[in-house]
């Protein structure tokens, strides 16, 4: 039987108004989970309360069976930087820096040498001696992710990872995410607007009306 990496129970998220309330999810080591749903409904900052990025208003969050909200901040750093990927629309690269540098800044605070069938899966590996600024969007986005997956992490929680990417890339960078999690004893979960990407997931929410509805 799988074990819990994730789970949150009762999450609520309240800024001027409440975004979502009452929210439960679990999530097993192999598991990937797509969220979905319309824009301003709360996706990114649930993905942000699971993720120790922000302490929601009410519930829990247990992650690797610790109440991160309990830890303190050297605690909860130790678990970003180790055990925690994230991966955002918008890939956050050393734009002065060659791309190979960018993946191996990630290795080296973690300890960990880099897979290079991580680059070789991701097409980037005739990329890294070329500076960031001379790459495509899609190819920096591919880099960022590689930056992620670099440290091994056991858990990725990835904001639109695909949003900038065609169609093949998007599939590509899914298949990649996919194997990784199952190679590493790892879990995912991506927030998207993509259908096709949220249907590859073991099992899809529809973050609507301030609830969080298992669809498939």
């Known amino acids: 039987m799988q074990r819990d990496l994730l789970h949150a129970s009762g999450i609520s998220h309240t800024f001027d108004y409440k975004l979502f309330n009452a929210i439960d999810i679990n999530l097993k080591a192999q598991e990937s989970i797509a969220i979905v749903?319309?824009?301003?409904?709360?996706?990114?900052?649930l993905l942000h309360n699971l993720s120790t990025f922000l302490k929601p208003t009410n519930g829990n969050v247990t992650?690797?069976?610790?109440?991160?909200?309990?830890?303190?901040?050297?605690?909860?750093?130790?678990?970003?930087?180790?055990?925690?990927?994230?991966?955002?629309?918008?890939?956050?690269?050393f734009r002065g820096m060659r791309a190979g540098l960018n993946i191996e800044l990630s290795s080296l605070l973690c300890g960990v040498a880099i897979e290079k069938s991580i680059l070789d899966r991701l097409e980037i590996s005739e990329l890294l001696?070329?500076?960031?600024?001379?790459?495509?969007?899609?190819?920096?986005?591919?880099?960022?992710?590689?930056?992620?997956?670099?440290?091994?992490?056991?858990?990725?929680?990835?904001?639109?990872?695909?949003?900038?990417?065609?169609?093949?890339?998007?599939?590509?960078?899914?298949?990649?995410?996919?194997?990784?999690?199952?190679?590493?004893?790892?879990?995912?979960?991506v927030v998207t607007h993509d259908s096709e990407i949220a249907s590859r997931c073991d099992k899809v929410y529809l973050l609507s009306d301030k609830k969080l509805e298992l669809v498939s």
Do not use: C, W
């Open 37 to 45: 749903g319309r824009s301003g409904s709360g996706k990114s900052t």
């Open 129 to 189: 001696d070329q500076k960031t600024s001379e790459l495509s969007g899609g190819q920096q986005q591919r880099i960022s992710i590689a930056r992620v997956l670099a440290k091994r992490p056991k858990l990725i929680f990835a904001d639109e990872p695909t949003g900038n990417l065609d169609k093949q890339s998007a599939n590509l960078v899914m298949d990649v995410l996919l194997e990784n999690i199952k190679e590493n004893d790892g879990a995912l979960i």
């Open 63 to 93: 992650l690797f069976g610790k109440d991160i909200y309990g830890l303190n901040e050297t605690e909860i750093e130790q678990i970003r930087r180790y055990k925690l990927g994230m991966i955002f629309q918008n890939h956050y690269l």
